[in-house]
C-alpha cells in the first residue's frame, strides 16, 4: 500500500512558474507508475502527466507538453511536477496517483492510489 501526500501549490500570475510535489510512503514505491491528474471546478478529472517506473519514460497530455515536467526520486519516495509558462486554464486541484499497470497509463481509474490534492490558482 502507498499513501501520497501533495503539497506546493498556491497563487502564481499567468505566465509564472510553480513546482508541487508529491511525497509517497509505504513500501516498493520503485514498482509504481505515478501520474499526475486535475480537476477544474465543474470539470471531470483530467489526465496531466505519467512517469513509468524508470525516469527515463514520461508521457504528457498535449494542453500541457512542452510546458510542465514530470519527475521522481525512488530514493526519496518523491514524485514532482514542474510547471512554467503557466495559464489561467491551468487553475485545478492537482493529484498524484499511484498505479501497478506497467507502460504509460491515462485512465484514471488505473490508479488505484491517491493523494488529497493540492490548489493550483493561476490569474489573468
Same mark, same amino acid.
Do not use: H
Given at each position: 500500500? &502507498?499513501?501520497?501526500?501533495?503539497? =506546493?501549490?498556491?497563487? &502564481?500570475?499567468?505566465?509564472?512558474?510553480?513546482?508541487? #510535489?508529491?511525497?509517497?510512503?509505504?513500501?516498493?514505491?520503485?514498482?509504481?507508475?505515478? =501520474?499526475?491528474?486535475?480537476?477544474?471546478? =465543474?470539470?471531470?478529472?483530467?489526465? *496531466?502527466?505519467?512517469?513509468?517506473?524508470?525516469?527515463?519514460?514520461?508521457?504528457?497530455?498535449?494542453? *500541457?507538453?512542452?510546458?510542465?515536467?514530470?519527475?521522481?526520486?525512488?530514493?526519496?519516495?518523491? &514524485? @514532482?511536477?514542474?510547471?512554467?509558462?503557466?495559464?489561467?486554464?491551468?487553475?485545478?486541484?492537482?493529484?498524484?496517483?499511484?498505479?501497478?499497470?506497467? =507502460? @504509460?497509463?491515462?485512465?484514471? *481509474?488505473?490508479?488505484? @492510489?491517491?493523494?488529497?490534492?493540492?490548489? *493550483?490558482? &493561476?490569474? #489573468?
Amino acid at each position: 500500500q &502507498v499513501q501520497l501526500v501533495e503539497s =506546493g501549490g498556491g497563487l &502564481v500570475q499567468a505566465g509564472g512558474s510553480l513546482n508541487v #510535489s508529491c511525497a509517497a510512503s509505504g513500501s516498493s514505491f520503485s514498482r509504481y507508475a505515478m =501520474g499526475w491528474f486535475r480537476q477544474a471546478p =465543474g470539470k471531470e478529472r483530467e489526465f *496531466v502527466a505519467t512517469i513509468r517506473t524508470s525516469t527515463a519514460y514520461t508521457s504528457y497530455s498535449d494542453s *500541457v507538453k512542452g510546458r510542465f515536467i514530470i519527475s521522481r526520486d525512488n530514493a526519496k519516495n518523491m &514524485v @514532482y511536477l514542474q510547471m512554467n509558462s503557466l495559464k489561467p486554464e491551468d487553475t485545478a486541484v492537482y493529484y498524484c496517483a499511484a498505479t501497478v499497470y506497467t =507502460g @504509460y497509463v491515462y485512465d484514471s *481509474v488505473k490508479y488505484l @492510489y491517491w493523494g488529497q490534492g493540492t490548489q *493550483v490558482t &493561476v490569474s #489573468s
